[in-house]
């Protein structure tokens, strides 16, 4: 797992490296500065004379940007260096760097660098277009307070110009802990994330205005960066915590997962779930379906048994289906379920009385709108996988509430049910009872579809049902949702991806985890 960074946190993880440890803030500078500048000239090698613009703020983040404009300038580039505060208002590191940059500037006048301080907002606009704009105005020091007109204009001329910008930590205008825009935003091709990830890359407009992130290893203490409960789920860590599977095992080793859902117009959403489970390693699956769905869903799932039924709670002690949920090791309840009050009330008991995992999903977490008092009596560990309308369903809280610091809201929201939560959207948040927050990397807009809910939610209770543990099942089975959408837009573009088209693609993920 790679930790994620508050901003609170990743100042006080600054301040313990340098007055604790005691690691000089101006060498953590020139670590950035370095890995920077080399990874930008790495990315244009092609370009013969290379010129880039870099903007520049007052605090750290611009004195990582002086350090960068030095580099770059020892390899061969013409650097355009545009200051947007006066010297006298730079922080002491970025005043030093300033010192340094001027003084080889003077000793060698042919060096291709030029600093500039503005003041006019006009007179950005007249600046000549470069091969590479450089975002190092506010960094991680941003407060999500409205630009003033001076950096106002440098977003917006960075936003107009064709050319790639790439920004130092953070684009100015975003919010490094909630993902929210100012009055405007830089948009960046790439974001260099100095030491540590930052929660406001992953949620609201983050992945929007980040464009692709790459960790810059700057000095900082593993030590000190573990202090977060929040992680980037990884492959390698995927991989590691993947099932295994020996040689000698038969079905029941491989598990049973038994799916309650599929109702008249939403027979499709229990078979999705079951072709999930058995595309991700399950050894078997029962479906119990309404019985006016049975012959639909029968007909399509040839590899799973499947019984009609009436959702009522009399159907637990008919002998076929007591039998297989003696045999069963994880439940998913909800897949196009229906929400007749009769089937409310039925899955509210199924719940209450389960003893083993259960995967609720879809219209199960309709069910328990407005009973979340009753996840607490519930005897079996659940995991939740609501998307977010599911979410503000079940917590009361509005979208705007939620939206505000989902980090946060999932963390406590799991805390207070003591249960995992899975808050599904373009970076998912997996949260643990005990406060463990993961954030998810893989997928795209492809899931943007009908019926891919009901795939994640087989795959989860697939890996529960070969042994996971529920936090790792539900870490896993996110990850590898994503992957084999990663994997299926490849050959049907993200517009073309389908739910039935994504479960093919399973098995392509696992083997791609497996060779990690």
């Known amino acids: ?29 020139e670590n950035a500065g370095r890995g920077v500048a080399s990874l ?34 020892s390899k061969g580039w013409k650097v355009v260096v545009i200051l947007l505060f006066p010297f006298d208002q730079l922080s002491i590191d970025a005043r030093r760097q300033y010192d340094i940059l001027t003084k080889l500037t003077e000793l060698d006048p042919d060096q291709e660098l030029s600093i500039t301080t503005l003041s006019d907002s006009s007179k950005i606009w007249e600046l000549a277009p470069s091969d590479v704009n450089i ?70 407009d983050g992945p929007v205005y980040t464009g692709d992130v790459k960790l810059i290893e700057i000095g900082l203490p593993a030590r000190l960066l573990n202090q977060t409960k929040v992680s980037l789920n990884t492959k390698p860590d995927v991989a590691s915590f993947f099932p ?7 079905k029941y080793d491989a598990g049973h997962v038994v799916i309650f859902g599929g109702s008249p117009g939403m027979h499709g959403a229990p078979v999705l779930t079951a072709k999930a489970g058995y595309a991700s390693g399950c050894g078997m699956v029962t479906v119990v379906t309404a019985r006016n769905s049975y012959p639909l869903v029968a007909a399509q799932l040839t590899d799973a048994l499947v019984f009609p039924a009436e959702w009522n709670r009399s159907i637990l002690d008919s002998a076929p289906i007591s039998e297989r949920m003696e045999k069963a090791d994880c439940l998913v309840v909800g897949p196009g379920l ?9 899955v509210r008991e199924l719940v209450l009385e389960a003893e ?40 009361g809280l509005s979208v705007e509430a939620v939206m505000e610091n989902p980090i946060d809201v999932v963390r406590d929201f799991a805390a207070r049910i003591e249960q995992v939560v899975i808050l599904k959207g373009p970076h998912t948040l997996i949260a643990s009872p005990g406060g463990l927050v993961i954030v998810n990397p893989t997928g795209n807009t492809g899931l943007a579809t009908a019926g891919t809910g009901d795939v994640l939610s087989g795959i989860i209770a697939s890996m529960i049902a070969q042994g996971s543990f529920l936090e790792d099942a539900a870490a896993d089975g996110v990850f590898l949702h994503g992957l084999a959408a990663d994997l299926a837009v490849k050959e049907t573009t993200e517009y073309g991806l389908t739910a039935s088209k994504l479960i093919e693609f399973i098995p392509a993920a696992i083997m791609d985890l497996m060779n990690e």
Request: charged fraction near 20%; charge should be negative.
């Open 356 to 395: 083993l995992p259960v995967v609720l999903d879809a219209d199960g977490l309709f069910a328990f709108s407005g009973f979340d008092d009753l996840f607490k009596k519930v005897k079996a560990p659940l995991i939740l996988t609501p998307h977010l309308g599911e979410f503000c369903r079940l917590t």
């Open 135 to 204: 975002d190092a105005i506010l960094g991680t020091g941003a407060t999500g307070s409205e630009l003033n007109p001076l950096i106002f204009s440098a977003v917006e001329w960075m936003n107009a110009n064709p050319s790639p910008t790439y920004s130092v930590d953070l684009p100015t205008g975003l919010n490094p802990d909630n993902g929210k825009i100012s009055n405007t935003c830089v948009k960046a091709e790439l974001t260099f994330a100095l030491g540590a990830y930052k929660q406001g890359y992953f949620v609201n």
């Open 40 to 73: 930008i000239h790495s990315i244009h090698s092609d370009i013969k004379f290379p010129v880039a613009t870099l903007f520049c703020g007052k605090g750290n983040n611009g004195g990582d940007g002086l350090v960068i404009a030095r580099e770059l300038v």
């Open 338 to 346: 229906g929400r007749s009050e009769e089937a409310m009330q039925f």
């Open 244 to 250: 295994s599977r020996l040689k000698t095992m038969h």
């Open 1 to 29: 797992m790679e930790p994620i960074l508050s901003s609170g946190l990743m100042r006080e993880v600054d301040r313990q490296t340098i007055q604790d440890i005691g690691i000089p803030s101006l060498v953590l500078m």
